[in-house]
């Protein structure tokens, strides 16, 4: 039972311009909502996150949209650049609990 | 370092023999996380330690797969009688507790290749 989904393996940007990362959910007792973001042989890395009760968080050049009644979250960064060039996980939790991950989603920003 | 360092950073073992892999959270932090990835997977929640709780071991794939977590500081995740399938990069990540916003952070894993 997969409960966080990232339906899009891979996405290719070019610089400047925005990326948009996707990510759906099943379980609606999620409260708090993540991305992470990975380069190859290192871990992951938190980018930003949103609480269950808001619909956007905004922080720098990346934001994170949430529509709870679609179960679908976002991530939005612009203006891309190629060091944005990782790979992006979202995750979910609910209180005290661990974090359940999508399978992510490749960006390359290409300059 | 202030961060969270596991080790070793890459085991090659054969199937059947059993493998331990280390994490040393970041101090002061009270919980701890097992999680893997496998090849063009997600990550996967194995087992986290909150104080001096019980552990959550519900992600744990079978019973050759155990972790403890001594003196509230590092862990040891053990896999007894590794089987190929075992074979993944194991993250560890540590944070000041479990709540919404206690942001986790992540060791740089152990790559386990079981030939």
């Known amino acids: 039972d997969q409960q966080v989904k990232q339906n899009s393996p891979s996405l290719s940007v070019q610089e400047g311009r925005i990326s948009i990362l996707n990510c759906d959910y099943t379980?609606?007792?999620?409260?708090?909502f993540l991305w992470y973001k990975k380069y190859p042989a290192e871990g992951p890395t938190f980018l930003i996150s949103?609480?269950?009760?808001?619909d956007k968080n905004e922080d720098g050049r990346f934001t994170v949209f949430l529509n709870k009644s679609a179960k679908h979250l976002s991530l939005h960064i612009v203006p891309s650049q190629p060091g944005d060039s990782a790979v992006y996980f979202c995750?979910?939790?609910?209180?005290?609990?661990?974090?359940?991950f999508g399978a992510g989603t490749i960006l390359r920003v290409k300059s | 370092g202030a961060g969270v360092s596991q080790s070793p950073s890459n085991k090659v073992t054969e199937k059947g023999k059993d493998v331990e892999l280390r994490c040393d959270p970041i101090?002061?932090?009270?919980?701890l996380y097992w999680y893997r990835q496998s090849l063009g997977q997600g990550l996967e929640f194995l087992i986290y330690?909150?104080?001096?709780?019980?552990?959550?071991k519900s992600g744990l794939p079978s019973d050759r797969f155990s972790a403890e977590r001594t003196g509230g500081s590092v862990s040891t995740l053990t896999i007894q009688r590794t089987q190929q399938e075992d074979s993944a990069v194991y993250l560890c990540?540590?944070?000041?507790?479990?709540?919404?916003?206690?942001?986790?952070?992540f060791g740089p894993g152990t790559r386990l290749t079981v030939l």
């Open positions: 995750a979910a939790k609910r209180y005290g609990n661990k974090l359940v």
């Open positions: 101090s002061g932090h009270t919980a």
């Open positions: 949103i609480s269950s009760i808001k």
């Open positions: 330690f909150q104080g001096n709780s019980a552990p959550d």
């Open positions: 990540a540590s944070s000041f507790g479990t709540s919404g916003d206690n942001e986790q952070f």
């Open positions: 379980n609606s007792m999620f409260d708090y």
